[in-house]
């Protein structure tokens, strides 16, 4: 009988996801506690034809050279590719696909999540409450401030950004954003383009940062920005860690430069830098911008559809390499 090709998964995906795979494919599936190295990842590849990763695995040019060679593509579960070398994968002629587009609404949902939790102090007051340490309302005490009327600056006005903005115009607040270039939908939602990152930012009483992290964008928010922030500001960041000088950052909270920030991803995920534990003005989350049933079985499902294209030696529809 015809053997079934081998479709291995770093993780467990939603269960509608692993039907349709195990419909077509023997599947192996990975768990969800263990942190894979370059030699776990190629034993859970062995003998595979296409491997389904996450961002929370690093596919740098060693742990690709490690993969099996029947490894035909690498289908990350994720909008985001910075975890995946794509120089080593086009030289060895593996294809890398994503999943784009069906995580905008669920993440702008979280990043107004956080513009709120941080003006409104919603992450301290709930330990306040939980601790026994809350004594009743006080008409002076655990003022947050609002965000009716202010200025959000957005960095990076694709799909996501856009929907942030439109989140933040239903509560009242003015919308400017730095792109590469100007956006004309933006316009229609009334956001407006500001043409160099250093001027958005010292208009921005909220800056929620929305671009890919690539070499450019390293460490784009770094001291020499974040003195130019109005004083008090919040940081947003549901976009990647390292869009971030963590360092810089902490020091702003701990000063009141920043005066809270809302934080759904890190640098080095999980092991993220233990002073932000410390900070009562930081919302910290564990990366669940697509965290839906609704979002992570669409793109579960989109990247199945990238590995059946491949497998059937079609073009995959969200192609990478
Ligand atoms: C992505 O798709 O890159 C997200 O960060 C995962 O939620």
Same mark, same amino acid.
């Given at each position: 009988?015809?053997?079934?090709?081998?479709?291995?998964?770093?993780?467990?995906?939603?269960?509608?996801?692993?039907?349709?795979?195990?419909?077509?494919?023997? =599947? %192996?599936? !990975?768990?969800?506690?263990?942190?894979?190295? @370059?030699?776990? $990842?190629?034993? *859970?590849?062995? /003998?595979?034809?296409?491997?389904?990763?996450?961002?929370?695995?690093?596919?740098?040019?060693?742990?690709?050279?490690?993969?099996?060679?029947?490894?035909?593509?690498?289908?990350?579960?994720?909008?985001?590719?910075?975890?995946?070398?794509?120089?080593?994968?086009?030289?060895?002629?593996?294809?890398?696909?994503?999943?784009?587009?069906?995580?905008?609404?669920?993440?702008?949902?979280?990043?107004?999540?956080?513009?709120?939790?941080?003006?409104?102090?919603?992450?301290?007051?709930?330990?306040? =409450? %939980?601790? !026994?340490?809350?004594?009743?309302?006080?008409? @002076?005490?655990? $003022?947050?401030? *609002?965000?009716? /009327?202010?200025?959000?600056g957005?960095v990076?006005?694709?799909?996501?950004?856009?929907?942030?903005?439109?989140?933040?115009?239903?509560?009242?607040?003015?919308?400017?954003?730095h792109?590469?270039?100007?956006?004309?939908?933006?316009?229609?939602?009334?956001?407006?383009?500001v043409d160099t990152l250093d001027a958005l930012i010292?208009?921005?009483?909220?800056?929620?940062?929305?671009?890919?992290?690539?070499?450019?964008?390293?460490?784009l928010?770094?001291?020499?920005r974040?003195?130019l922030?109005?004083?008090?500001?919040?940081?947003?960041?549901?976009?990647?860690?390292?869009?971030?000088?963590?360092?810089?950052?902490?020091?702003?909270?701990?000063?009141?430069?920043?005066?809270?920030?809302?934080?759904?991803?890190?640098?080095?995920?999980?092991?993220?830098?233990?002073?932000?534990?410390?900070?009562?003005?930081?919302?910290?989350?564990?990366?669940?911008?697509?965290?839906?049933?609704?979002?992570?079985?669409?793109?579960?499902?989109?990247?199945?559809?990238?590995?059946?294209?491949?497998?059937?030696?079609?073009?995959?529809?969200?192609?990478?390499?």
């Open positions: 009988m015809h053997k079934k090709q081998l479709i291995a998964i770093t993780r467990r995906m939603p269960a509608a996801c692993e039907e349709r795979l195990a419909a077509r494919y023997a =599947v %192996r599936l !990975g768990d969800d506690e263990t942190a894979f190295t @370059t030699e776990t $990842l190629a034993r *859970q590849a062995d /003998g595979a034809d296409a491997f389904i990763v996450t961002p929370s695995e690093v596919l740098d040019a060693a742990a690709i050279a490690a993969l099996p060679a029947s490894v035909k593509v690498l289908s990350t579960i994720s909008v985001g590719y910075e975890h995946i070398d794509l120089g080593a994968a086009r030289d060895r002629g593996l294809r890398v696909t994503n999943t784009p587009d069906v995580l905008t609404e669920a993440t702008a949902d979280v990043a107004l999540l956080l513009i709120l939790a941080a003006t409104r102090r919603a992450g301290e007051g709930e330990r306040m =409450v %939980r601790a !026994g340490r809350w004594k009743g309302l006080r008409p @002076t005490r655990f $003022l947050g401030t *609002q965000i009716t /009327g202010k200025r959000l957005i990076g006005m694709g799909r996501i950004g856009a929907a942030t903005a439109v989140r933040a115009k239903a509560f009242g607040m003015s919308v400017l954003y792109n590469r270039r100007p956006v004309p939908e933006a316009g229609e939602i009334g956001a407006v383009f010292a208009q921005s009483d909220v800056l929620s940062l929305h671009c890919p992290l690539t070499p450019e964008t390293k460490n928010l770094n001291a020499a974040i003195a922030l109005p004083p008090g500001a919040v940081v947003v960041n549901t976009a990647r860690g390292g869009l971030v000088d963590d360092n810089a950052l902490i020091l702003a909270l701990q000063s009141g430069k920043v005066s809270a920030a809302g934080l759904d991803v890190f640098a080095n995920e999980p092991l993220l830098d233990p002073r932000y534990l410390t900070l009562e003005n930081a919302v910290l989350l564990p990366h669940i911008g697509s965290g839906t049933i609704e979002t992570r079985t669409a793109m579960g499902m989109r990247a199945v559809e990238n590995v059946e294209a491949v497998m059937d030696g079609r073009e995959p529809p969200y192609a990478v390499v």
